[in-house]
């Protein structure tokens, strides 16, 4: 399953790392990805980091 995540708090993070270690496919939305990149590599899996487009 693809699942995202807006926000990478103390509550995101724990979530998208339990949904990530089940197999999910995460997404961690953010408004700079880039700083995410500790997140990412802390996570593993299939974890990424993006922006959330507006339509």
Request: overall charge positive; hydrophobic content about 35%; aromatic content about 4%.
């Amino acid at each position: 399953m693809k699942i995202g995540i807006i926000g990478s708090g103390s509550i995101g993070s724990t979530i998208g790392k339990l949904w990530s270690d089940a197999g999910h496919e995460v997404l961690f939305s953010s408004r700079n990805p880039e700083k995410l990149s500790g997140l990412i590599e802390r996570v593993g899996g299939t974890v990424k980091s993006g922006t959330v487009e507006k339509p």
